[in-house]
């Protein structure tokens, strides 16, 4: 499912002495089944833009189509474009509310009107895709469950709605190393097997390097920058001078290669690993 946006602008308290301009003619387009990531400081307009892409936010002005659909349209039910578009917001686990796992996680599903046994298998769906037992958790109250398992029910929330595009924000804010290389192998994992859309908001450049197909940089209210990873991240001052920064492989070859010893462009610490033993092992043959 694809996502276009068309000079879309955004004004906060407009027509008032503290309006402020969130978004600033944006445009771009998101093809079926890519993984994007959204990069920019804090007050760049991300979380702005997300909600605007499932119509939480109307635009002051400017389109977003849902697969040629103008979200915005008089004759455009919300309620169908939440559907489609599932988005996940920072520290999700604050939403949770049922005195279960599967209510919670049901909640989504059976306001939709489904049938109880549609809402069992979503429900059964999602917490698979989320890593966590069924039958273990299903009745237990969401609230006596650990921080990682708790953001895990409410990624499943949205997942039972079984959205094709999947937006999510800071989804690992907060999260031990371990709980959130485990989520973000999940939503890979996800994207992966259903071939579903994923734009991923994150602060840490690692994660992005790592995940997405294409990065979006704001700045401002405005895009400065889409394009893949490995371009992006060559503009390392670029990114620097709007106070983001770039994978620490990034950094380390752009440092070796100040000091003669080129590796060439690397975006994990593993590729750094693999270039750095690959030159050595061809100046010791030489």
Do not use: W
């Not at 276009?4 to 944006?26: C, G, P, Q, R, W």
């Amino acid at each position: 499912m694809s996502i276009k946006v068309e000079n879309l602008s955004y004004i906060y308290m407009k027509d008032t002495v503290f309006e402020h301009k969130a978004l600033d003619d944006v445009s771009f387009e998101i093809k079926d089944g890519e993984f994007l990531g959204l990069i920019g400081h804090t007050g760049s307009g991300k979380s702005t833009l997300i909600q605007h892409l499932n119509g939480l936010m109307k635009p002051t002005s400017g389109k977003v189509f849902i697969d040629e659909d103008d979200i915005n349209s008089k004759t455009t039910v919300k309620k169908t474009i939440r559907e489609r578009v599932g988005l996940v917001f920072q520290y999700p686990e604050h939403q949770l509310f049922e005195e279960t796992v599967f209510r919670d996680v049901a909640y989504g599903p059976k306001n939709l009107g489904l049938d109880d046994n549609e809402i069992e298998n979503r429900v059964r769906f999602a917490l698979d895709m989320v890593k966590l037992d069924y039958n273990e958790i299903k009745d237990i109250s969401p609230f006596d469950l650990s921080g990682g398992q708790k953001r895990r029910v409410a990624i499943a929330g949205v997942l039972a709605m079984k959205p094709k595009i999947l937006i999510l924000d800071e989804p690992t804010a907060g999260l031990d190393p371990r709980g959130r290389d485990e989520i973000l192998g999940e939503i890979k994992e996800l994207h992966e097997t259903h071939k579903i859309t994923v734009i991923l908001v994150s602060h840490s450049m690692e994660d992005i390097a790592k995940l997405v197909d294409k990065i979006i940089v704001m700045n401002k209210g405005k895009i400065v920058f889409i394009d893949k990873p490995s371009v992006i991240f060559r503009e390392s001052l670029m990114l620097e001078s709007i106070g983001l920064g770039v994978p620490q492989a990034t950094k380390l070859a752009r440092e070796l290669k100040e000091k003669g010893l080129d590796i060439g462009e690397c975006l994990s610490i593993e590729d750094a690993k693999l270039q750095i033993l690959k030159v050595l092992r061809s100046k010791k043959n030489d």
